[in-house]
Structure formats: structure tokens, C-alpha cells
């Protein structure tokens, strides 16, 4: 599944649409779905070689950060396909009532043990977060 289609409170009907080349996910873009052209968001990622050997859901981490309602869907793995690699960053693009347009970027770090993702860090503006993962045998 590449779209989603979906409505928030019985009034703002929304529509997202992924991207996905050579295995990546490379853009996602979320509009009206009654006025299409009307864009409330997009994300443009950049990647690197980290592979998603563990079929991690970054999007809806990504998309839960800036998005209330539709984040929920990705983490609950209603968005459809993962991409097989891990964003090195992305970029968004917001459309705001009253501010207008803004931008900003986000870049991932990923640290490893034993081919396995152990730490995921992310660096927005003067913001760091910082995710461990732990496995049981």
C-alpha cells in the first residue's frame, strides 16, 4: 500500500502518499484529499547504507514527531511496506494557516552490535534524541 486515505474528527479528510524507489522510501507527502493540490507536508529522505535488517518502522516515528493524528496509523503498521534501508536524513516541508511555508531537516545516526541496530540518534536543529534497542536472546 503506497496511499492512505483517512479522516480526522468527521471533518479534515487526508490523503498520504509514499515513494518508494529501489527499496526506499524517498518521499511521503500528505494533502487534502478533496483539494489534492493543497499539501499540508512533505518529507524528502536521504539515505546512506544502513540496512532495516530488523524491518524497523522509522516513518512512523518520523511522522508521529510532526504529525498528531497520522503518525498513528505508521506505528501501528497500517502505512503498508518499510523501506529496506534507514534514512540518513530527511527534509520537510510544511505548510502552515498562518505561518506559511517552513523547512527543516533532520539527520539519523545509527550505532550497531552484532549487526544489530543498538542505538538510533537523531539530530533536529539544537535537538538530539537518542533511542536504545535492546534484544533477549
Known sequence: MNQVK???DKEYHSMIDL???GGKLT???WTDDENPSR???TINFTYGQQLN???LDILGLIIDDFEDESGKAFILGIGGKRSSYLPEKYKVTRMEEDDGKFEYEVSFKYETKDNYISKIIINEND???EYEIFYED
Do not use: G
Open 27 to 29: 518521499h511521503y507527502k
Open 39 to 41: 499539501e499540508y507536508s
Open 53 to 55: 535488517n530488523l524491518n
Open 19 to 21: 515513494s518508494f524507489i
Open 6 to 8: 483517512y479522516v480526522i
Open 127 to 129: 535537538d538530539k534524541y
